[in-house]
């Protein structure tokens, strides 16, 4: 016997990104100095801060859109835009602009007629740099999708990404 | 939890040792070369050959020498081998000589200058324990330092002996710890917080994120007992979010600590509760300033405000507010464990204990040293660095990060303390150190270090906001070989007046790159100049 309490209703968008998201909401308590860690789970979710979004974390929240917006769009890592399938972050730290960084950039930009914080038109690469990695023993690094190597150079780089660039063949 | 349980935890993991050790680097460097594979070979070759009861494979962190990563170390009782570059492919010849035998892998020689030279304090179980089982901390005398600093000394006491110590931030500032502790220990209030700054912003410095991947449980026990020395109930530990591994074992081990009762309420049964929440940043180098970092933590755009009022006295929340960096907080436990007396009897006069830095660029060992204060840079970079690869000969090395200066190798004899290094124009910063040889161009490492602080001025204050950009298009202008000799003098009045009337610590040494290779470098300035005055007269 199940009372009214103990039923769990689905999200009423049905979206159940959106329920996971109120979850994290609620586990903070609503609490508006939990704002980054929220967005870090909303950008998390739904891969980058649309509008809608931020006016909901807002509303939730008892933020004005203003101020979410304003967190939102200071912090590098949170992205306004939608992401390519691939990313591939290139380290522009010192130990990685003294061992040659920028030459892969300039390589990787070429290659892919994108520039670094663009995505191609495809949608398949989001071109990134970092400041640093902390990978600094290593240089340069690059991350693609999340994985780290080291010791890169140009055609290393542009070998990995020639596939992706082709239409999403892996 | 009482003394006698924690050390029966270190007696029984003690005893539990197995005779053959294998220990593989799981630090960040090493993962991306993967080392992750490499233990997992090793464990299954080690179950298939049916030595588990004798050798037991860990995990570990930072081995300190990145470059040849990944690094696997064995140790049998017949002595150490520290294997580099180690593949998946490896591990069955590894096992294969676990009984003295040679394998086709190249071994590291332990007793060149690389490892000779550090001294480890803060790095000391940095290698040798695995940094995801408190146990292995606890064995190696992890939390005695807060047993006895709850149980036998008052805060005033801990305050004391911290003074006394000498240490100073390992941020890079150098504000004796002593003197920031009593300030905060003083400041009447219900509500007190202690921070950990982690947000190692500067390029090339990874010290911070080495410590936290290799030996979490030794900053949770120096906040910990700093936290009883001010009065503070509650820590933050602010990580930047480029560190996803060093969260992720932060988090463990908060945890871990919580369920032994070393974190929470009435901790070794005493009346003091503390508790400890991760933050993380999300991609800004000013949130590295104390009072932007309590902005982002309040979860606020990371703007800095003027001081006074310091933390010390109104910070997060206008509650008084404790704020040290990562190394400073993992020197702690070591400090009331073996004593201040120990502690200042390390280093040079004005600079105490040892210092980690992260050695890279163009030199042939690249990785993490710790070294006592007042080392030269010359042994740092020749002897221990091993000198610039295919013969190459140093030019220059940076230190500090981009609130640096790039010190010349004429001034390598210089001992490695606070004092000497603002004396060259350059600062200790939080320990990055990359050098820099003949194919370096200096007026384009000061560009782009001034591209870095343009782009990560957080825009409230004007002249670092506008001069940076200035600052950059003159640079750029010069690297052009458009620039006359007006245009260096701008850049000089620009620098001071940048560096005099800006808000904050980033605006204010966003200069000191260019003052530095200035101050040094002058000729390739001029040289630019030169081609321009020879373009005009063709």
Redesign the interface.
Known sequence: MTTASTVVLPHPSGDKRLKMLDATMKRHQY???????I??KAQELYGYLENDLLLYIAHKLKLPPS?VY??AT?????SLAPQGVHSCVLC????C???GAQAILANVEKMAHIRAGETTTNGQLSLLT??????????P?VVFDG????NQTPESVCDRIQGWLENGTQ | MELNELLAIAKQERSQAKPVQIRCCTA??C???NAEGVKHELEAGIKAEGLEKDVEVSGVGCMR???Q?PLVQVDTPAGSKLYEKVTTQDAFAIIEALDGGKTHISEIDLSQPFFSYQKPIVLENSGKIDPEKIQAYIAAKGYQALYHVLREMTPGEVVESISHSGLRGRGGAGYPTGVKWATVAKAKSDRKFVICNAD???????MD?SVLESDPHRVLEGMAIAAYAVGANQGYIYVR???PVAIRRLQTAIHQAQRLGLLGSQIFESPFDFKIDI???????VCGEETALMA???????LPHPRPPYPAESGLWGHPTLINNVETFANIAPIIRNGADWFASIGTEKSKGTKVF?L???IRN???IEVPMGTSLRQIVEEMGGGVPDGGTAKAV?TG?PSGGCIPASAFDTPVDYESLTNLGSMMGSG?M???DDS?NMVDVAR??ME?CMD?S?GKCIPCRVGTVQMHGLLTKLMQGKATQADLALLEELCDMVKNTSLCGLGQSAPNPVLSTLRYFRQEYVELIQEYLELIKD
């Open positions: 609490q508006q100095d939990a704002l980054i860690e967005l870090h101020r304003g967190v200071f912090y590098h890592l949170f522009t730290g010192t130990a602009y003294v061992k970092a400041r640093c990695l902390g990978a600094c023993g290593i240089a690094a994985t780290v190597l080291g | 960040a460097g993962l991306s070369g020498l990145c470059c990563g190692e912003g500067d390029p090339g410095a990874f994120r979010a480029e560190y933050r993380i940043g999300a991609g800004a180098y982002s933590i309040e979860g606020k755009r990371g992260a890279a660029g163009k690249t990785g993490l940076q990060g990055g990359i050098v820099m370096t782009f270090f870095f990560e957080c």
